[in-house]
């Protein structure tokens, strides 16, 4: 029982700080989503099933230097329009392959 109310509490400090990311970067975040949802869009039209990851955005959309890259969180929310899929490694050289979500229309 503990452990679940730490998730709860994880889960509820996240979305607080992706809310306040949101609020302060709305403008990139939206423009992101327009690209994510528009590349989407296309990925559709060959396969039932499109797929966006973070490095699609890094390549078509890339943050400005002054923001924090932990942004694309924010941008990927299932209130946004976004269901989470499975992982793929990152094919950015600075992310090292680490685990990045995939990512498709709710």
């Given at each position: 029982?503990?452990?679940?109310?730490?998730?709860?509490e994880?889960?509820?400090?996240?979305?607080?700080?992706?809310?306040?990311?949101?609020e302060k970067?709305?403008q990139?975040?939206?423009e992101?989503?327009?690209?994510?949802?528009?590349?989407l869009?296309?990925?559709?039209i060959?396969?039932?099933d499109?797929?966006?990851?973070?490095?699609?955005?890094?390549?078509?959309?890339?943050?400005?230097?002054?923001?924090?890259p932990?942004?694309?969180?924010?941008?990927?929310?299932?209130?946004?329009?976004?269901?989470?899929l499975?992982?793929?490694?990152?094919?950015?050289?600075?992310?090292?392959?680490?685990?990045?979500?995939?990512?498709?229309?709710a």
């Amino acid at each position: 029982r503990e452990v679940l109310n730490e998730i709860a509490e994880g889960i509820e400090l996240r979305e607080e700080a992706l809310d306040l990311l949101e609020e302060k970067r709305h403008q990139w975040i939206a423009e992101a989503r327009r690209y994510a949802f528009n590349l989407l869009s296309r990925r559709g039209i060959n396969n039932p099933d499109p797929v966006v990851t973070s490095d699609d955005l890094w390549a078509l959309c890339p943050p400005p230097s002054e923001i924090n890259p932990k942004v694309m969180g924010a941008v990927f929310r299932k209130n946004a329009g976004f269901k989470p899929l499975g992982y793929v490694p990152s094919k950015r050289k600075q992310a090292h392959a680490r685990p990045i979500r995939e990512w498709t229309f709710a």
